[in-house]
C-alpha cells in the first residue's frame, strides 16, 4: 500500500513537471519571479498555451521540449514578470523622456515657483527651443509649495512670453499654461 502511494506521487510529481509540451522555454538569464516575499531567480521558465507553465531548474524545463518549442536562450540577460499598469501610467514614461523635469525635492529642483521657472529656461536655452516652439515640462507638484504659492498662467507669461508653456503635474491629472499655450492649444 505504501509502495504504491509513493509510486502515485513519483508519478504525479513527474507528469506537472514534465508532462506539459513547452510552447517556448527561456534559459541562461536572470528570470525573476515574484513567488513569496521575496524576489526570486529560477534557471528556466516555460510557456504554454500563453501563460507560465513551469519555473525552476532547466533539466525540467527541458524535459518539456517537444517538435516546435521555442528555445530562448537569454545570454545572460534579464526576464522579468509582465507589469500590469492599474493606473500608474507608465506608458506615459516615454512620452515625458523629452520633456523638462521639474520633480520635486530631492528627485528634482521643483522646491517653488522661482526654481520651476529658472529650469524651465535652463531647458529651454539647453535645448534651443525657438520662439514659438512649445516648451513642455512634467513633474510639478502643487502639494510641495512653499506658502501655497502654485504656479500659474500669470508666472509662465511673464517668463515665456514668446514660447506656448504646457507645465503637467506629476498625477498626470491637470497642468499649468500659459497664456500663448491656452491660445495655440486651447
Do not use: W
Not at 162 to 167: A, G, H, I, K, Q
Amino acid at each position: 500500500m505504501i509502495f504504491r502511494a509513493l509510486l502515485f506521487c513519483l508519478l504525479a510529481a513527474s507528469l506537472s513537471a514534465g508532462g506539459a509540451n513547452a510552447d517556448a522555454i527561456f534559459h541562461n538569464g536572470r528570470i525573476l519571479t515574484m513567488a513569496g516575499n521575496e524576489p526570486a531567480y529560477v534557471e528556466a521558465l516555460v510557456v504554454k498555451d500563453g501563460r507560465i507553465a513551469f519555473v525552476g531548474e532547466v533539466e525540467r524545463a527541458m524535459a518539456m521540449k517537444v517538435e516546435g518549442t521555442r528555445v530562448v536562450d537569454l545570454n545572460g540577460q534579464a526576464l522579468l514578470p509582465g507589469f500590469i499598469d492599474g493606473h500608474s501610467h507608465y506608458i506615459n514614461s516615454l512620452l515625458v523622456a523629452n520633456q523638462c523635469k521639474l520633480y520635486a525635492p530631492p528627485s528634482g529642483p521643483g522646491v517653488d515657483v522661482p526654481s520651476i521657472i529658472a529650469e524651465l529656461k535652463s531647458f529651454a536655452e539647453k535645448r534651443n527651443i525657438p520662439p514659438g516652439e512649445l516648451i513642455m515640462a512634467y513633474g510639478y507638484d502643487d502639494t510641495v509649495m512653499p506658502d501655497g504659492r502654485l504656479l500659474n498662467r500669470d508666472d509662465l507669461d511673464a517668463a515665456f512670453p514668446n514660447n506656448p508653456v504646457r507645465v503637467d503635474h506629476v498625477s498626470m491629472h491637470g497642468g499649468v499654461m500659459n497664456s500663448l499655450a491656452l491660445k495655440k492649444y486651447g
